[in-house]
């Protein structure tokens, strides 16, 4: 087993011994950071400390008054912080290595200050119990979410560890209103806030735009579903983003900022795991870091690469198969950070996964939920490729962040077709239908802020993109034949935009923002399609111009209160339908832009010496003209404008801390998700509302930590999340109900200076319910399908860092 593993994917068996090779020489962990810090005011260079100092910051920021100077080279947080703080009228308290609390000058002089960075913190007794706050950048600039007048969640990577968080999928225990769709690695797609456009992935645009640092990483794609390696911080930002994010926004961002090379210290990390899935098999995983200066304060490298193995537990017995749904994910990431000058420093990634499921996670009604009697295997296969270029500046004059981006996601999917495939003129067997799907994605970005803590400040930014997507679907005999349906199709985008968005500071602590962007798609879709003797040829071409505004007003009365309202705007351009059996009647042949307005009024609330954080919104949406991705009753695709829906709900999340040893936290998403009018060919079931969507979701986390006297700190942690009952589709015919269920995982861990040590159960109640009710769009309509969750798996996970 480990032979093989080796040959499929040496590179990773190298940053694994190269990690351990460095433990020897690696220097010890150092409390000192390297800065580039420009002169500006306190409240923004205290932020942009925070960010590259990958640290969270507490108390009352607004309380600093006065300008930071620059602040340049290799030093301790706390000598960078009295530098900073000295003429401000703030003090600060650093309570551990990773959270800083800044107060005013009077309460910080009762405290007490660390002896030296190295030492063990001391805690006061106020502070004690502080939560801090991970620095976000969604919003183009530095921010705090609790300071930040909208919908945004962040979690910083110690949270992603201990959720052992290695996908989307994983972070929904801690986001109100984050959920994907059930189809399987690679396959789902990520929906926010009770918005969905269907189950389905097709020719429409994400509704939810991924990004990884700078740059986006989907057009139409489902998720790719990129391990959490080596991640700083994961932000989500609900309700769309059409102003700054542009059309794939509609439901809202997701941003993945990866953690960039340390420009001194050679270090390196390993984690490697195991788990054992009941009725299934055993999977595992491995994962390495190494950090490598090669001029120290000037380059560095850094290079992670992973392996990971998830175990299957669907059988099919047809095919005298068992545990058929095992999944290997493995992939790389080398990124190259270059100090240019002072102000100015360059970021180089390369990216590559590869993911390949051998068949799909679902079982049919009538056999169990675990089992199916396909004729033929589902397997998916997914690449990841992409390259970057980002260069950023900061000065006292704002900041600068340009980026240019390449990148390559393949993927193909294959479907039993055997009780659709008559209907194509093919005789009676197994048949199959392919979908191979290549999209080249070229991206290139510049955005300039101005400087914050003024009375007027704000940002512009342009942005070009260049899509290309090329499909082959095919249906023939298996496992061998000629296709008796083939369609290759080409489409060609392009975008332009220009965008911006000012914020004005009004007297009684009202500050008012308006933003604007202007957009133009144009594409060029181009089809050719067979079927037995006869051809379809087709040409498209759309352009599609226009504008998304922003407004928003907030009131922040004091450093602990901040409310606002919202009215904001998504929008995604038309396109083509180019498929369809040549002898049953086509589907509409062009579908339109749909569009999305958003009203929201949020409050964001820091309570009992900041020990309680909560954040909770009141919200809108009216979506017009709703694409949704469809299947005709031979099983293809098409996209339509279903019509048009709306959907109101609260939504609440709140981290409190109880005491020095226990944390909580819960999230809750209400919403009633209403189609409000339908187009003439379309039928809805009674009371059907948005497809794919539930009417609420909740999810509570309980961490309970404490020092153990040989050493190491014991973590125990409990996490809960709910999810309502959807229907599948709008269709009344074939709308399938999937159930509501409930996910559990427990987890304890040993946490040392250097290593981690965790064990865990996840689903440990064995709950089979039926998280996705789509199996196969080919399958008979009697076939009910069952995508149950994973069945309890127990596992453990040991991290190491040199």
Known sequence: MVKRGVKRWPGLWAVALASLTLAPVAQAASADVRLRLARKPV????????????????????????????IVGRMSLEAALARMLAQSGCGFEIL???????????????????????????????????????VITAQRYPNLPGRTPAAISALASQALSHDRASSLADIGFQVAGLTTTNLGPGRDKILLRGLSDGAFTGLTQSIVALYLDEVPVTYNAPDPDLRLADIERVEVMRGPQGTLYGGGAIGGVVRLATRKPDLDTMSAEVLAG????????AGGELEGVVNLPLVTGKLALRAVGYRERSAGYIDN????????????????????????????????????????????????????????????????????????????????????????????????????????????????????????????????????????????????????????????????PYPAGGASYAESRVDDIREAAVYGEGTW??????????????????????????????????????????????????????????????LSEGYRPGGFNTGGRLDGG????????????????????????????????????????????????????????????????LEVEADWRASERLDLRFALLL??????????????????????????????????????????TLRLRAQVAHTGGARLSLDETAGRRMDSYTTTALSAALEGGRWTLTAYVDNPFDSHANTFAFGNPFAPRADEAITPQRPRTAGFRLQARF
């Open 317 to 476: 017995p047809a095919l005298g198969l068992n545990n058929v749904n095992t999944s290997d994910r493995n992939g790389a990431r080398l990124s190259l950070r270059a100090v240019l000058s002072p102000a100015w420093q360059a970021t180089a990634v390369v990216n590559h996964q590869s993911l390949r499921n051998r068949d799909t996670q679902y079982g049919v009604s009538r056999l169990g939920p675990m089992t199916r009697d396909n004729a033929v295997r589902e397997p998916h296969d997914n690449s990841f490729d992409q390259g970057s270029l980002t260069v950023t500046g900061d000065g006292r004059w704002g900041r600068v962040t340009g980026s240019v981006s390449r990148l390559g996601h393949d993927f193909s999917s294959r479907y039993d077709a055997t009780a659709r495939a008559g209907l194509f003129g093919q005789a009676a067997g197994p048949a199959v239908f392919d979908d191979a799907r290549q999209t080249d994605l070229t991206v290139g970005e510049i955005t300039y802020a101005m400087p914050t803590g003024r009375r007027f400040h704000g940002l512009v930014g342009g942005f070009l993109s260049s899509t290309q997507t090329r499909q082959k679907s095919t249906l023939a």
């Open 96 to 134: 551990d290595r990773r959270t800083i609390m800044v107060r005013r000058a009077r309460a910080a002089s009762e405290s007490a200050r660390l002896p030296a960075p190295t030492a063990a913190p001391v805690r006061h007794p106020e502070a004690h119990a502080t939560i801090g706050e991970v």
């Open 671 to 712: 919403n009633r998700p209403d189609v409000s009018r339908l187009s003439l060919d379309q039928t809805a079931a009674e009371n059907a509302g948005l497809a794919g969507i539930s009417s609420g979701s909740a999810n509570f986390t309980a961490d309970y930590h404490r020092p153990l006297a040989w050493g190491p």
């Open 43 to 70: 409240r923004a260079a205290l932020i942009d400390l925070a960010l590259q100092a990958e640290v969270s910051l507490g108390g009352n920021l607004d309380a600093c008054r006065g300008e930071s100077p620059a």
């Open 586 to 649: 086509p589907p509409p042949s062009r579908y339109e832009a749909d569009q999305l307005w958003n009203y929201e009024a949020g409050i964001k609330l820091r309570a009992f010496d900041e020990r309680l954080r909560l954040r909770a919104a009141l919200f809108f949406a009216q979506w017009r003209s709703i694409q949704s991705d469809q299947y005709r009753p031979d099983g293809l695709g098409y996209t339509v404008n279903v019509g048009d829906g709306d959907n109101d709900g």
């Open 274 to 281: 195991g788990s054992v899935t009941g009725g299934g098999g």
């Open 505 to 566: 500071e009004l007297p009684w602590n009202f500050s008012a923002t308006l933003g604007l962007r202007w957009f133009d798609y144009r594409y060029d879709i181009s089809s050719d399609l067979i079927q037995g003797a006869k051809a379809r040829a087709f040409k498209g071409h759309g352009d599609e111009n226009g504008f998304s505004p922003k407004v928003l007003l907030s009131y922040a009365p004091s450093a602990s209160l901040l409310a606002y309202l919202q």
